[in-house]
């Protein structure tokens, strides 16, 4: 939700005489002349945000956000590997035909790496992780 060019928001600053000699400014801003500046957003935005993030701690949201997390993973699969956002053919009929057998060579996909003993692909770890593991 950025807010768009003509779209004002309320704004507040450090003091320069405070901020500029501070021995930590380079984790608040990244200006070498100017003081930190902070954009507030709308308060209903702020508000919507902070009961989303509340949310999403409960077991109830954990549940249900569990289906989706695993279908988007066999979704991203057959983006990935068989093209699912673009169809050859036109209608309705012939994509959902597409569909179906895009299905199908996935199952035969994840039928052999299981019957090979392929390892699944690792998930990208993030810079913080790799430093924290070494």
């Given at each position: 939700?950025?807010?768009?060019p003509?779209?004002?928001?309320?704004?507040?600053?450090?003091h320069?005489?405070?901020?500029?000699?501070?021995?930590?400014r380079?984790?608040?801003?990244?200006?070498?002349?100017?003081?930190?500046?902070?954009?507030?957003?709308?308060?209903?935005?702020h508000?919507?945000?902070?009961?989303?993030?509340?949310?999403?701690?409960?077991?109830?949201?954990?549940?249900h956000?569990?289906?989706?997390?695993?279908?988007?993973?066999?979704?991203?699969q057959?983006i990935r590997?068989?093209?699912?956002?673009?169809?050859?053919?036109?209608?309705?009929?012939?994509?959902?035909?597409?569909?179906?057998?895009?299905?199908?060579a996935?199952?035969?996909?994840?039928?052999?790496?299981?019957?090979?003993?392929?390892?699944?692909?690792?998930?990208?770890?993030s810079?913080?992780?790799?430093?924290?593991s070494?």
């Open positions: 939700m950025s807010a768009g003509d779209i004002r928001r309320p704004t507040s600053s450090s320069p005489q405070h901020c500029i000699p501070c021995p930590v380079q984790r608040c801003t990244r200006s070498k002349t100017e003081a930190r500046k902070l954009a507030l957003g709308p308060r209903e935005e508000e919507a945000i902070r009961h989303a993030r509340q949310a999403q701690q409960t077991t109830t949201w954990w549940l956000y569990s289906t989706r997390a695993g279908i988007e993973a066999t979704i991203g057959g590997r068989c093209g699912l956002r673009r169809t050859r053919c036109r209608g309705l009929e012939k994509t959902r035909t597409q569909h179906v057998l895009t299905a199908a996935l199952d035969l996909i994840r039928a052999d790496a299981w019957l090979t003993g392929t390892p699944l692909a690792t998930t990208r770890t810079r913080f992780t790799r430093l924290r070494a």
